[in-house]
């Protein structure tokens, strides 16, 4: 059960009906610095914050300036009644986005052939009195953004029984991630909770939504794993809309990590290794590996997804690997080298990463952890190999640097 927070009563069902956005001095000039602590901690609100950074982040992604503007009012529109509390009550809902619970989280994808893309993901029903309202709040919200686009919900609305039962439980219940292409149109990509109808029943509800989207084969051809944890489903102008499946793997090894991909081609077993052991801070050459103590990533658990785009073959045309980082480092310089080995292994400009942690804080790297939440090695056919880094908003909270390397009790999930 989610905690329902008694500060502020609301319906959000009725609250999120388009109000005038005030969020406080939003200075949208491309060249404006806007700085994050612009305003005194009692006067801003979780919009205004995260807005702040999300046009800080857009200027260094070189998005144009109306760009910038228009990306930052989708995300206060989509945040809803919640964009105006204030940042000093505290937050809104347990949102399981971030472990602070700011319902916002930033990411950037490289390429070796391209300048980043920027995406953010967000939980428009946050706050929401519980979880069937939750769901409702973001269904309509992502509705409300498909019609001002022209974007097809047909694939969401074929799917909303299954994942939006009228009792539902998890974590979640709908979030929404939009990429920031130039242009100021969004790509936009929806996460359904697959454990709606009861932890028990999620592998059925993923079988039977592949099904509908007629990936009939495609539940067979998922490696094992622990738990179900997204659906996710790509909207709209895409070049080949993916579903895909999110796989918690509890204790792993870079061993065992190396064979979680079925889709031919992409990075081979060596590589997915040599990935998982730079993020986890294990030894490169998988020395401990072979005295048979490989070390297992026993504090949170690594995720992979797997994207399905054809329905011919019933096989999976992406593989990605996240590793959360956070976890297993002491502090986010920690984090941040790792993520810049990555990069570099790749030939990818650390540039953009580095001027989007200063974006989004004013803190030393060593101060705390959690900042780069994530890292993910990603394939999909046809396209160059991608390396994602996830950046935390850190509106609520940040986690206090672990002490010599012993991770703090609160990494547990
Ligand atoms: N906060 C959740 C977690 O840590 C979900 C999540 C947020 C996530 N960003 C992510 C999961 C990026 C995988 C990759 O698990």
Known sequence: MRRVDPVEPMSVDAGFARRPLSVGPLDTRPSGRVSSCALP????TLGGHTARQLLRLCETAGLSGPDSAAYARTLLTLLGPMGERPLDLPAPDDSFVADDHTPVEFSLAFTSDAAPTLRVVLEPGCGAPDLASNGRTGLE???DMARRWGIDTGRLDQLEDL???PDPRGPLALWCALEMVPGGVPRVKVYLNPAASGQERSAETVREALR?????QAFAAL?????HLFFALDLGDWNEPRAKVYLAHH???AEEAANLSRVDGGPGPAE???FFRTMAGHDPDGAESAAGRDPRLDLRPVQSCHSFTETATGRPSGFTL???VRDYARHDGEALDRALAVLGRYGMDPTPLLRSLSAVTARRLRDGVGLVAYVGLAHQEGRPTRVTTYISSEAYEVRPPAIRGVPSPRSRP
Not at 212 to 216: F, I, K, S, V
């Open 223 to 227: 490696p094992e794993g622990d738990r």
């Open 251 to 253: 204790d792993m090894s």
């Open 272 to 274: 997915i290794a040599s």
């Open 163 to 165: 994942f939006f039962p």
């Open 322 to 324: 996240y590793i959360p």
């Open 41 to 44: 901690r009692h006067a801003e």
């Open 141 to 143: 919200a992502v509705r």
């Open 212 to 216: 509908r989207l007629g990936h009939r």
